[in-house]
């Protein structure tokens, strides 16, 4: 019983279990990329701060900023991407898939894709891309 007492510690210490909000980069935190309804399910930092929108032209919607002309107007953690739509628009950064969906719901889910252009050409990596409505 002792033994399983002490495996059992070891292994929640090595777990690193909760949210250490030091490790989120700014796009994390703000929520980029997060399933909305409304501008008001996205962070609103109101004068001076950064004012994500939810985007209704995403299926599920979708907190991010559209208009921006490079990834200077975006989150860090995130990059200006010219979509097909017409439009710009700053989607989150990402590696794999799991990433864009920390906030989105299965029937939602955004696609992390290399298949993007970039409005600044030599922007590194992929970035999540939510499924259009």
């Known amino acids: 019983?002792?033994?399983l007492?002490?495996?059992t510690m070891v292994l929640q210490g090595l777990c690193g279990c909760g949210?250490?909000?030091?490790d989120l980069n700014e796009s994390d935190r703000l929520g980029v990329g997060a399933e909305c309804s409304s501008d008001d399910d996205c962070l609103?930092?109101?004068d001076g701060g950064?004012?994500?929108e939810c985007l209704p032209q995403f299926k599920g919607g979708y907190c991010g900023l559209e208009g921006c002309n490079g990834n200077d107007d975006c989150p860090d953690g995130s990059a200006c991407v010219a979509h097909d739509d017409g439009s710009n628009y700053c989607f989150r950064s990402c590696a794999d898939k799991p990433e864009c969906n920390v906030n989105r719901t299965?029937?939602?889910?955004?696609?992390c894709s290399s298949n993007v252009t970039y409005v600044d050409d030599n922007t590194p990596?992929?970035?999540?891309?939510p499924?259009?409505?």
Do not use: W
């Open 1 to 3: 019983m002792r033994a």
């Open 44 to 46: 609103r930092e109101g």
């Open 106 to 111: 299965a029937d939602n889910e955004s696609n």
């Open 125 to 129: 990596g992929k970035s999540c891309v």
């Open 19 to 22: 949210d250490d909000e030091d």
């Open 131 to 133: 499924p259009s409505n």
């Open 50 to 52: 950064i004012n994500l």
């Open 5 to 7: 007492a002490i495996a």
